[in-house]
């Protein structure tokens, strides 16, 4: 019995120390923990974290105070109007000037999951466009993507997207970036954005 109670107690411990390496970086009532690049709109509402195109129909980009190296992040999204935007890792931001990779978040057939480098080689991998049907286009969206090394898998609500090695981005650092797209007539909402250091 001692046995079974010590192994319960070690396994209990396990799942809190599990438990406390994943970190909330929105708490669905402000922007604490957040830096915003641009003249775009974010805000909470209803505890939602909402991106909006603006006046100046730019780039805009809300990005995390804190730099991540190796991580696993997952959030949800749902697309309103066109869409367009995306998640960066490893990215710092100039002005509204990017440097780093996103992993795509777009309307259907603009090959979300796939992974982007602004301001350098462009397009790096695309997913497949058979996989472009697990895009629910209006609804709610999980996307997970896990960073390690040189190694970068995106997955699209428990559909892997991409799995793709680069020393560059083995070489990058920054931190986790929300992006509206230029053009205006974009909004998007996210929600449970969740990350853990690996």
């Not at 002005?95 to 978040?105: A, L």
Request: charged fraction near 25%.
């Amino acid at each position: 019995m001692k046995k079974i109670m010590i192994m319960g107690l070690l396994l209990l411990i396990a799942q809190v120390t599990f438990a406390q390496k994943k970190k909330k970086l929105f708490n669905r009532k402000d922007l604490t923990g957040w830096v915003i690049y641009g003249t775009e709109k974010w805000y909470v509402e209803d505890g939602l974290l909402i991106s909006e195109s603006g006046p100046d129909k730019g780039y805009g980009y809300l990005g995390t105070e804190e730099n991540f190296d190796d991580f696993e992040v997952t959030l949800e999204f749902k697309q309103e109007a066109n869409g367009n935007s995306g998640v960066f890792i490893r990215s710092t931001v100039d002005g509204t000037k990017v440097s780093g990779w996103q992993v795509e978040v777009a309307p259907p057939g603009h090959d979300t999951g796939g992974i982007y480098e602004s301001y350098g080689r462009g397009w790096l991998i695309k997913p497949d466009p058979e996989k472009d049907k697990a895009l629910k286009f209006g609804e709610w969206n999980k996307m997970k993507i896990v960073v390690k090394g040189n190694r970068v898998t995106s997955y699209l609500n428990g559909q892997e997207m991409v799995d793709f090695v680069d020393d560059k981005i083995g070489e990058g650092k920054g931190g986790i970036l929300l992006q509206i797209h230029d053009g205006g007539g974009i909004k998007v909402y996210w929600r449970n954005i969740v990350v853990k250091p690996l």
